[in-house]
């Protein structure tokens, strides 16, 4: 949504040397402070979270900028690519820009978008709004598209309908040049020219009485002809990821050190064939409650098994750094600081960091015998193959985690589950091939074998850990890139070709992710605090 309003300057800068403001890419560490900075112009309700920012920055890296003052972002603009017919058509702004993810980028498309442009009303009356303009149709320029477009705020409407009757009558006013709008008529002499009216395009923008000016800005430098289309290849990734799957076996052991021993092992043979990603399965360390073989509750048993998270995080991120490979760690149960237990994954990369995804739909028997509680957001982790999402067991079978995560820009989610009989497996690889589909995506499936006799609700296991694919040509045949046979302690590989997922979903037989009805629905998830 397009907000500028002159209507404020900066404080005279007292430093002795000349200020620096620099315009630039925005980049992942930019989030918590465009965060804030939404949050301050828009309201903390309106404002973008944390995922939606981190969804345009992988969408379309190289459309997203920032206006850094003296080391602070005092202005930031977000852009995607999109189609003619869907940018030119009737729309809103949660419609065209997928609930604010971008997540309707189309590498194809032959218009740039301009779904947000703000400014910090500190620092208004710099040109930093003009900057940014700038910035885009030079985008437009380079990538020879046909112009931008976007809807733009019109906040004097609600202050002078009474006057004007309508809001077509008062843009024509604007147009003219009889009246000034803050914004519109900002826009209008930075050269882009009003081609409708979009009505409910924010209805909460009272000021603009939910409507908005669609605008369009022409490149003078495109051809009538359009370019041969092509399929885009993925931004600055591998060509091949390959992901290994760990079908683990519980057994009992006697100290930390033989479990840790065990785990090293699974980490050295996924290094040792070069993958990318190795990943366990849901409460792999509940082998560590068979150590003391004591006669605990199963509420205690839980509480006593989180004491170890220390020792499991560094363990993690010492294999992850040791064997260069990314470890996403099954889950463990964890005590938080107001005393809750929840089932957090932990992944730790190779380049050093960890990073902590809960689980939010805890299963009956978790909440009813472990007294386990669920988490409350999900957001993607960035990689060096592409952002990935994590889905833990029960969290697979709800579709709108998994939609959520793909709008945030994953490529691939990872479930690590914990199955006692063959049913309750296959609900999970049922919907986690759904999920696949649906989202044209891969879903790599990581579970437990053997029992623990003795450890409360942990005595028997069926697991078949599977990597599952969409269903096109340009993948298996039967949408499985690996399976394995049903509980027997193994390791799957598969080499996963991101390219086949730009295909699949700009020019596939079905594009899911592109067909979706946002005129008939959306999902929209509550704020929560930041992901850990």
């Known amino acids: 949504?397009?907000?500028l309003t002159h209507n404020k300057t900066m404080n005279e800068s007292k430093a002795s040397q000349p200020p620096k403001l620099?315009?630039?890419?925005?980049?992942?560490?930019?989030?918590?402070?465009?965060?804030?900075?939404?949050?301050?112009?828009?309201?903390?309700?309106?404002?973008?979270?944390?995922?939606?920012?981190?969804?345009?920055?992988?969408?379309?890296?190289?459309?997203?900028?920032?206006?850094e003052y003296e080391g602070r972002i005092v202005g930031f603009c977000a852009t995607f690519r999109i189609a003619e017919a869907v940018a030119l058509a009737p729309h809103t702004w949660m419609q065209i820009t997928g609930g604010g993810f971008a997540s309707?980028?189309?590498?194809?498309?032959?218009?740039?978008?301009?779904?947000?442009?703000?400014?910090?009303?500190?620092y208004r009356g710099m040109r930093?709004?003009?900057?940014?303009?700038?910035?885009?149709?030079?985008l437009c320029t380079d990538l020879k598209l046909r112009g931008i477009v976007f809807g733009g705020r019109i906040p004097g409407l609600a202050r002078a309908i009474g006057r004007?009757?309508?809001a077509e009558a008062y843009v024509q006013a604007v147009v003219e040049g009889s009246r000034r709008d803050p914004t519109l008529s900002f826009q209008l002499r930075n050269g882009f020219e009003v081609i409708g009216l979009l009505r409910g395009y924010v209805p909460s923008d009272h000021e603009s009485l939910g409507y908005a000016a669609q605008l369009v800005w022409r490149n003078p430098h495109r051809l009538d002809q359009p370019d041969m289309p092509r399929v885009s290849q993925s931004h600055r990734l591998p060509d091949n990821v390959r992901v290994a799957s760990v079908q683990y076996q519980q057994r009992r052991i006697s100290s930390f050190a033989e479990f840790a021993t065990q785990v090293e092992y699974f980490v050295d043979i996924a290094a040792e064939y070069d993958a990318d990603f190795v990943a366990f399965p849901e409460l792999l360390t509940l082998q560590l409650l068979s150590i003391e073989n004591a006669e605990l509750s199963p509420?205690?048993?839980?509480?006593?098994?989180?004491?170890?998270?220390?020792?499991?995080?560094?363990?993690f991120h010492r294999l992850a750094v040791h064997y260069n490979i990314n470890i996403v760690g099954g889950s463990h149960p964890t005590r938080q600081p107001n005393g809750d237990i929840h089932n957090v994954c932990y992944v730790c990369l190779r380049d050093g960091s960890i990073h902590e995804r809960e689980k939010l739909h805890p299963t009956p028997s978790e909440r009813n015998v472990w007294n386990i509680t669920g988490g409350d957001a999900a957001a993607t982790i960035q990689t060096d193959c592409g952002p990935i999402g994590v889905m833990i067991c029960y969290d697979s079978e709800f579709p709108e985690v998994a939609r959520h995560l793909t709008d945030q820009g994953a490529?691939?989610?990872?479930?690590?589950?914990?199955?006692?009989v063959r049913e309750g497996y296959l609900r999970v690889r049922y919907c986690s091939q759904a999920r696949a589909i649906e989202n044209q995506c891969y879903v790599v499936l990581s579970g437990n074998v053997g029992n623990l006799p003795g450890v409360n609700n942990f005595d028997i296991q069926y697991g078949q850990s599977c990597i599952l694919t969409p269903s096109d040509f340009p993948f298996a045949r039967d949408g499985v890139a690996a399976d394995s046979t049903p509980n027997i302690e193994t390791v799957l590989f598969a080499d996963l070709r991101l390219e086949n997922l730009a295909r699949a979903r700009n020019s596939g037989a079905v594009q899911n992710l592109?067909?979706?009805?946002?005129?008939?629905?959306?999902?929209?998830?509550?704020?929560s605090t930041e992901a850990k």
Do not use: N
């Not at 980028?105 to 910090?120: K, N, T």
């Not at 490529?411 to 006692?420: A, E, G, K, Q, R």
């Not at 592109?514 to 929209?524: F, G, H, Q, S, T």
């Open 411 to 420: 490529l691939i989610l990872f479930v690590p589950f914990c199955t006692d």
């Open 22 to 67: 620099l315009l630039r890419l925005a980049r992942p560490a930019d989030v918590p402070e465009l965060v804030a900075l939404t949050a301050r112009v828009y309201t903390a309700e309106w404002g973008h979270s944390a995922e939606m920012l981190h969804g345009q920055q992988t969408h379309f890296p190289e459309g997203q900028f920032v206006v």
């Open 299 to 315: 509420v205690d048993s839980i509480r006593r098994l989180s004491e170890y998270t220390d020792e499991v995080k560094a363990l």
């Open 164 to 166: 004007y009757g309508s």
């Open 514 to 527: 592109k067909d979706r009805r946002y005129d008939l629905y959306e999902v929209r998830w509550a704020r």
């Open 104 to 122: 309707r980028h189309d590498p194809e498309g032959d218009w740039l978008y301009g779904m947000e442009v703000v400014v910090h009303p500190d």
């Open 128 to 138: 930093i709004g003009q900057r940014l303009y700038m910035a885009r149709k030079r």
């Open 1 to 3: 949504m397009e907000s």
